[in-house]
């Protein structure tokens, strides 16, 4: 039974160690009661976007783009193609807007979030289960793609790097010489640093938990 007892203990210490060891900044104050596997940091020239995943929402489409933000897929690739008022579009390998990954593609996961500023979807082809490494970060509303693209996440801090991103020509949006990726991260990595400003806001739900009345100095 002490042997067991022991084992347990073991187990459990070494399980905190290593998730300890994955989110680094857990005990940050700006990260105090999140996930930061759940939050990723995109750097341009410009500055570092701040992006919340949607992991009940678009559970495959998140989980693809954690595994590609791990193998540094993203990072130096280009907005390949960016529309004014509209969005801007990368996540490509070859920069022309047809490639992808080497993993097979995805099936739609749309939902129910809207496609407002900040709002991140699956880039696809006219078939719906296309998506597969490309996504488009929106300037501003766009709901004429609720439902018919895949939401997985949103800029939520440092949308204002991203209106800096390099415009388009034309209707198709095409960018001569564009803005790149410098890096994506997860927030929970090391290497990532701690988060730049606190997360808690940006949690499903926070705008309903009780508030501490704080009193006018006198």
């Not at 039974?1 to 989110?23: D, E, G, P, Y």
């Not at 995943?53 to 678009?58: G, I, M, Q």
């Not at 890096?183 to 290497?191: F, I, P, R, S, V």
């Amino acid at each position: 039974m002490i042997r067991v007892l022991c084992a347990w203990l073991v187990l459990i210490c070494s399980m905190s160690m290593t998730a300890h060891a994955q989110s680094p900044y857990a005990n940050d104050p700006y990260a105090k009661g999140v996930d930061l596997n759940n939050f990723i940091y995109l750097d341009t020239k410009y500055g570092r976007a701040v992006i919340m995943l949607y992991p009940k929402k678009a559970p495959k489409h998140v989980e693809r783009v954690k595994k590609l933000v791990k193998e540094k897929f993203y990072d130096g690739l280009k907005f390949h193609r960016v529309i004014h008022g509209f969005m801007a579009q990368t996540g490509d390998p070859t920069g022309t807007g047809s490639g992808g990954s080497k993993y097979e593609d995805l099936r739609a996961e749309f939902n129910d979030v809207p496609f407002n500023r900040g709002v991140i979807g699956a880039a696809r082809t006219r078939v719906p289960h296309s998506a597969n490494s490309q996504f488009f970060i929106c300037f501003q509303a766009a709901h004429h793609l609720n439902g018919q693209y895949t939401a997985w996440g949103k800029v939520v801090h440092g949308m204002e790097f991203i209106d800096q991103i390099k415009r388009g020509r034309g209707p198709s949006g095409m960018v001569d010489e564009p803005d790149t990726i410098t890096t994506m991260k997860l927030a929970a990595d090391k290497e990532a640093g701690p988060p730049p400003t606190p997360l808690q806001p940006f949690l499903p739900g926070y705008e309903f938990q009780p508030r501490k009345k704080v009193l006018p100095r006198i």
